[in-house]
């Protein structure tokens, strides 16, 4: 089955320093990946997403992920931070085989200080 | 940019009452999707719809639960009789094909609250 980890909760950083979001991924064949973005009371909004065209994947907002195969990981990076980044962050991965489920992570939510 | 729309934005309820979630989902998509989120806990898939038929649908998804698309433009999710445990954000989301290269597109979102 397929499952996406996302290994912190909470990330602050500071307004101009990097971005570093990280997921981990199970899945037993090559899976497609999603990043989604959740500011207060807005729906999910896609930032990226990696279909095996490219191992590194430009998204909107200076937003990028780089696949991973070797460490199962999609990390979500850019390299300056606005203060209109704060927001949650969601890894996600499409069920091989359906176009139908996506599995969300738990979020991770991103403080930006000035 | 097309968007997925979805009304009410915040919907209150009494248990054991019928609710119906409305989304308009894009134009020229064909797919359709209902997800919800309970508060501090993980986005949910519930069910997925296509050629007005239910093609996928998750253990959350019992008997009170049922989707429709009356017409061209409209998906509701209706809930037959309304628990305290149905309070969540549901949100709605559509896609132009059944691929892997084509994401979900997703509205705002109905905050359900059953009191």
């Known amino acids: 089955a397929q499952s996406v980890t996302q290994l912190d909760s909470h990330v602050s950083v500071s307004e101009g320093t990097p971005v570093l979001l990280r997921c981990n991924y199970s899945?037993?064949?090559?899976?497609?990946l999603f990043w989604y973005v959740q500011h207060p009371n807005k729906g999910l909004q896609l930032l990226l997403k990696?279909?095996?065209?490219?191992?590194l994947v430009k998204g909107i907002n200076g937003f990028e992920a780089e696949f991973k195969k070797s460490e199962t990981s999609f990390h979500l990076t850019k390299p300056s931070a606005h203060m209109s980044d704060a927001a949650e962050y969601f890894c996600v991965v499409r069920h091989t085989g359906t176009a139908s489920k996506l599995t969300f992570g738990t979020g991770t939510r991103l403080q930006v200080t000035l | 940019e097309p968007e997925v729309t979805q009304t009410p934005s915040h919907q209150v309820t009494q248990m054991g009452q019928e609710v119906i979630l409305r989304c308009v989902p894009i134009?020229?998509?064909?797919?359709f999707y209902w997800y919800r989120q309970i508060l501090g806990q993980k986005v949910e898939f519930l069910v997925s719809?296509?050629?007005?038929?239910?093609?996928?649908k998750s253990e959350i998804f019992d008997d009170q639960f049922s989707v429709e698309r009356p017409d061209g433009s409209n998906f509701t999710l209706k809930i037959r009789s309304t628990k305290l445990e149905d309070s969540a954000m549901y949100f709605c989301?559509?896609?132009?094909?059944?691929?892997?290269?084509?994401?979900?597109?997703f509205g705002n979102g109905t905050r359900l609250t059953v009191t």
């Open positions: 899945s037993s064949y090559s899976p497609s």
């Open positions: 719809f296509y050629n007005n038929e239910i093609s996928e």
């Open positions: 989301a559509s896609s132009d094909r059944a691929s892997d290269n084509s994401p979900l597109h």
């Open positions: 990696y279909t095996s065209a490219a191992t």
């Open positions: 134009s020229n998509h064909l797919y």
